[in-house]
Structure formats: C-alpha cells, structure tokens
C-alpha cells in the first residue's frame, strides 16, 4: 500500500503563503520589485567589474563570481514563489521539486564556500601583500571557484538522494514556500533519523568549517592591522574587509540558524521568515553592501555611468 501511495505523488503542494489570503497580491509587488533590484544590482555589479581595468584583481574576481552565483541563486527560488503567489493551486511537480532542491542546495554550498575563498583573499592581501599576486594567481582563482562549485554540487547530490530516497506516502502538502530540506524530508512515512544525521554533518561541513576558517584568517589580519603603526593607516587596511565581514554575517547567520539543527525543531512560521531573508534578501545586500562601503566600486561605477553617458551625447 505505501509503495502504491509513493507511486501517485507526483507534484507537491507548497503552501508557504497561502494562509494570508489577500496578503499574497502585496507580497507579490514587494517580492517583485526586490527580485528585480537584486537582478539589476547584480548585473551592474559584474557589468562594472568586467568594465573597468582597475578592479581585475583577485578580490573582484571572486565578487564577480558570488554575484553570478547569486543571480541563479535567486533564478531557483525566486521565479516559482511569484507564480505561486498568484496561483489559486502552488504546486511544484515532483521532478521541478528535486532540480529546485539540487540547484538551491548546490548554489547556496557553492556561496558559502565562496565567501570563504574571499577570506582567504583579503588574509593573503593584508597578511602577505608582497606575495599575493603570486599566491592568488589567476590559475589560483580559476581552481578555488571551480573547486567550491564541484564540492557544493557534490554535497548537493548527496543530499538530493537522502531526501527524495525517503518514501513520501503521507501527505504532498510542504509546509514551505520551496522545496527546502526539513519541509520536504518530514513528508517521509519511514524512520529518516539516520538521513538527517548525515545532512546535519554536511551542514556542519558546509558551514562552521568554512567559518572557523574565515575566523582564523581574520584573527591574523586583525593581529596585522594592529601593528599598523597609524590609525589612518589602519582604517583604510579594515576597511577593505567590511564589506567582506558584513555579508559573512549575514550569509552564515541565517544559514545557520536554519540547518545547524535537528529537524524536529524546525518552526514553519519562524523558519519562513527567515528563509525569505536568505533567499530574496540577502542577495541584494551582498551587491549593495560591496557597492555602498566599497570606494574603489563606486568610482568605477561613476567611470562606467560616465562613459556610457558620454557615449550617448556623442
């Protein structure tokens, strides 16, 4: 009987939002108008950075990519939750269910990774300025990227398999605006105590590891910055990892407080509100932050307009 029940699941209910009935027209233009900023902010940003010689540099290389990665990021998500919220049926087949799991675990890995690479960028920068170009080569950055994309696909594989191997012969409804992790595995009709064990191993991996080692890298840039000897000096030295430490702050926070714990903790209203911060929030913050506290951004935008606007009175 469970394998026949299994067997007639082949699309999901997603009821996110569908409990604030006339709610959902105003957060459609609200998540509308945050999609579409965070789809221009991010294409300015690589625009700007593909543009403009002075920021071909490792540390804007690394940007160039986690915006990109962040576009598809938002690409997964974003699109199916709008149609939804005009939909009188939100519903997700079971194959657009597991390539939205895929692609959004992937892509989320693949960021968290990033942002540790770009860590690891400013330590060399500050910590060992005369070899950074040697040490941070192109090759270098090519092979850091590649290597956080095939470890954050890889886990997310393996993920995909723990969660949909589960027999789903109870309900179809997801308690969740998308296909996340926890709302989709507490569907299962079996024992899923030993899959989520392994999955909140590989969030631990995914996420305190590469924060321990942004720490460290942090605690000998702080240790260099200190022996700056003037506090001009030293500003402008942390100042190039503000922007850097904002968004790991954010990014790993709420990460966090979503998969570094037991399913069984897992609060739907809570748990929403915070997934709408992570996945339309924070990809606007990451082009903003690095736009607004970035000097050297913001002169090769103003470059950037002012060519284009030279261009067009020609």
């Known amino acids: 009987m469970k394998r026949q029940n299994q067997s007639m699941i082949t699309e999901f209910i997603l009821i996110g939002f569908?409990?604030?009935?006339?709610?959902?027209?105003?957060?459609?233009?609200?998540?509308?108008?945050?999609?579409?900023?965070?789809?221009?902010?991010?294409?300015?940003?690589?625009?700007?950075?593909?543009?403009?010689?002075?920021?071909?540099?490792?540390m804007y290389f690394f940007l160039f990519v986690l915006s990109c990665s962040e576009t598809c990021y938002t690409l997964v998500i974003v699109p199916k939750m709008l149609t939804n919220l005009l939909s009188t049926a939100p519903t997700i087949s079971l194959s657009g269910c597991v390539a939205q799991?895929?692609?959004?675990?992937?892509?989320?890995?693949?960021?968290?990774?990033?942002?540790?690479?770009?860590?690891y960028d400013r330590y060399v920068a500050i910590c060992n300025p005369l070899n950074y170009t040697l040490i941070v080569s192109r090759a270098t950055c090519t092979q850091l990227v590649?290597?956080?994309?095939?470890?954050?696909?890889?886990?997310?594989?393996?993920v995909n398999v723990l969660v949909f191997s589960v027999p789903f012969c109870s309900s179809n409804q997801i308690n969740h605006f998308f296909c996340d992790i926890s709302p989709v595995i507490k569907l299962g009709c079996t024992d899923t105590n030993l899959k989520e064990m392994?999955?909140?191993?590989?969030?631990?991996?995914?996420?305190?590891?590469?924060?321990?080692?942004?720490?460290?890298s942090y605690?000998?840039?702080?240790?260099?910055?200190?022996?700056?000897?003037?506090?001009?000096?030293?500003?402008?030295?942390?100042?190039?990892?503000?922007?850097?430490?904002?968004?790991?702050?954010?990014?790993?926070?709420?990460?966090?407080?979503?998969?570094?714990?037991?399913?069984?903790?897992?609060?739907?209203?809570?748990?929403?509100?915070?997934?709408?911060?992570?996945?339309?929030?924070?990809?606007?913050?990451?082009?903003?932050?690095?736009?607004?506290?970035?000097?050297?951004v913001k002169t090769a935008l103003k470059k950037v307009l002012s060519r284009y606007l030279l261009s067009k009175t020609v």
């Not at 509308?32 to 789809?39: A, E, H």
């Not at 392994?198 to 460290?216: A, C, E, T």
């Open 219 to 296: 605690v000998f840039i702080v240790s260099t910055i200190l022996k700056i000897s003037s506090v001009e000096g030293q500003r402008k030295t942390f100042a190039t990892c503000a922007s850097h430490l904002t968004v790991v702050i954010v990014h790993y926070g709420c990460a966090s407080f979503i998969y570094l714990r037991p399913t069984s903790l897992y609060s739907s209203d809570k748990d929403r509100l915070v997934a709408v911060t992570y996945t339309v929030i924070t990809p606007l913050l990451n082009p903003l932050v690095y736009t607004l506290r970035n000097k050297e």
């Open 146 to 158: 590649l290597a956080s994309s095939f470890c954050g696909f890889l886990i997310s594989a393996v």
């Open 101 to 119: 799991l895929y692609f959004f675990v992937g892509l989320a890995c693949t960021n968290c990774f990033l942002i540790a690479v770009m860590g």
């Open 18 to 58: 569908s409990n604030l009935g006339d709610l959902q027209i105003l957060l459609f233009f609200i998540f509308l108008l945050v999609y579409l900023t965070t789809l221009t902010a991010n294409a300015t940003i690589m625009t700007v950075i593909h543009l403009d010689r002075a920021l071909h540099t490792p």
């Open 198 to 216: 392994v999955i909140f191993f590989l969030s631990i991996l995914v996420l305190l590891v590469p924060l321990v080692l942004i720490f460290i």
